[in-house]
């Protein structure tokens, strides 16, 4: 029995010795998160715009055609209260910030908290990780890159040739924006419409609580910036028109209505692009994203439609 005592602690101690090196590997391969902390560490004196959001802003604005000075802070399934927090932390050090562009569409005002959604959960972690957002615990599952086992085995291969070779690539670019959504060759029709489909019920609205937590952290971002007299933007950003057709009708009304109170209460601008018609075929990278094509031709007109950057 003291034998196989000794052998199992031998081999646990092993086991664990391997897996704190992997995640030591993981943690060393550069991500947009490490990344985007590190840059505005070093250069958030001198932004002048600022974009937030998840992935309809990261993949859709583009930081070099808004001007000088602009970053995107913008992350895939950003929630509000990250866009508050990332605000927040970072305000009173962008002595030059003159404009904040934000998503509102019908997804992150009702979104669950990423803690609570069964395909996100593991997005948390990055923030605690890699921007020390102190939310959960350096004890808890969320400072482990371990812990979510199928992006952890993803990560380690890259990670490891990472380690010998030095040689890496981030879905950023310089400036934040989400630059892996290539323009298609052609459009498709049919895997636009069975994405929308998907994407659709996966956005539905599961739980309407979840509407006045979201609502206040906008309301919240929209406050400080209308105390800071900095401008804040609220965009909806285009959507092909099969995917708009599926979104609930009760998601997109509450929605309106949700920014019409915002912007009574604190002068912040709003630009509705959900159905503008400019926007077609491969200009759309899925069913509620651009593709690099259609962020050019979004980002061009939204600097028009609102001069000052």
């Known amino acids: 029995m003291k034998r196989f005592l000794t052998y199992s602690a031998l ?12 995640e030591m590997v993981a943690r ?10 590190a840059w505005m560490d070093a250069n958030a004196e001198r932004v002048r715009t600022l974009i937030l959001g998840g992935s309809h802003t990261y993949y859709a604005v583009k ?15 950003q929630a509000p209260e990250y866009d508050y927090w990332l ?7 962008c002595k030059n910030l003159k404009t904040v562009v934000m998503v509102a569409d019908e997804a992150n005002l009702f979104d669950q908290p ?7 959960w593991y997005r948390c972690r990055y923030y605690r990780i890699y921007m020390d957002y102190p939310k959960h615990s350096k004890c808890s599952k969320y400072n482990l890159e371990c812990s979510h086992v199928s992006t952890f085995s993803r990560k380690l291969p890259p990670a490891l040739r990472y380690a010998f070779t030095g040689a890496y690539s981030i879905e950023c670019d310089s400036l934040g924006f989400g630059n892996s959504f290539n323009t298609p060759e052609r459009f498709d029709s049919t895997f636009m419409e069975d994405y929308a489909i998907r994407v659709a019920a996966y956005h539905r609205c599961k739980d309407w609580t979840q509407v006045d937590r979201n609502f206040a ?23 092909w028109k099969g995917f708009v ?5 009760r998601q997109l009304a509450v929605m309106r209505a949700c920014i019409a109170k915002l912007q009574k209460a604190t002068g912040a601008l709003y630009g509705d692009y959900l159905q503008d018609a400019r926007f077609q075929g491969v200009d759309f990278y899925d069913a509620d994203h651009l593709s690099k094509q259609g962020a050019a031709k979004f980002t061009t007109i939204l600097k028009s439609d609102f001069p000052g950057f």
């Open 114 to 120: 990423m803690e609570d959604e069964p395909e996100e």
């Open 63 to 77: 930081p070099d055609l808004l001007g000088a000075n602009a970053f995107s802070l913008a992350n895939v399934s």
């Open 87 to 93: 605000l927040s932390t970072y305000i009173h050090r």
């Open 217 to 239: 952290y906008m309301m919240k971002i929209a406050r400080l910036c209308r105390d800071k007299g900095v401008r804040l933007i609220l965009v909806t950003p285009p959507m």
């Open 245 to 249: 057709e599926k979104v609930s009708k």
């Open 11 to 22: 081999f646990l101690a092993i086991m664990l010795s391997i897996i704190a090196v992997a």
């Open 28 to 37: 060393a391969y550069p991500n947009s998160y490490a990344y985007k902390k």
